[in-house]
């Protein structure tokens, strides 16, 4: 089975840094990304790594956020820097196999960001 467990949240005040991990089990693949739920919002796109490697991120926290991948440890990372208050909410990591197209099938629970 495909397990994907985040970690890394927490509260922190506007300005500060939180790194999040999502240790991944049962699927060994470059195509993953993070996604975030505000209170009251749909779940938005935050970041994502492509098959080429390559990162993407959402217009809002391009230059904040690096994304990346310890394929040793098949453990995806989202260093989040500069936060704000609109940052808060709960992140999501999720995992698709390249080969299957856009959708993400697999999915963590959430790790929660607070910033005040």
């Known amino acids: 089975d495909v397990q994907l467990v985040e970690s890394g949240g927490g509260s922190v005040q506007a300005g500060g840094s939180l790194r999040l991990s999502c240790a991944a089990s049962?699927?060994?693949?470059?195509?993953m990304a993070w996604f975030r739920q505000a209170p009251g919002k749909e779940r938005e796109f935050a970041s994502r790594i492509d098959p080429d490697l390559s990162a993407s991120y959402t217009d809002t926290v391009t230059g904040r956020f690096t994304i990346s991948k310890d394929f040793a440890k098949n453990t995806l990372y989202l260093q989040m820097n500069s936060l704000k208050p609109e940052d808060t909410a709960m992140y999501y990591c999720?995992?698709?196999?390249?080969?299957?197209?856009?959708?993400?099938?697999?999915w963590g629970q959430g790790t929660q960001v607070t910033v005040s």
């Open positions: 999720a995992a698709r196999l390249c080969s299957r197209g856009p959708t993400f099938p697999y």
């Open positions: 049962g699927i060994s693949t470059r195509c």
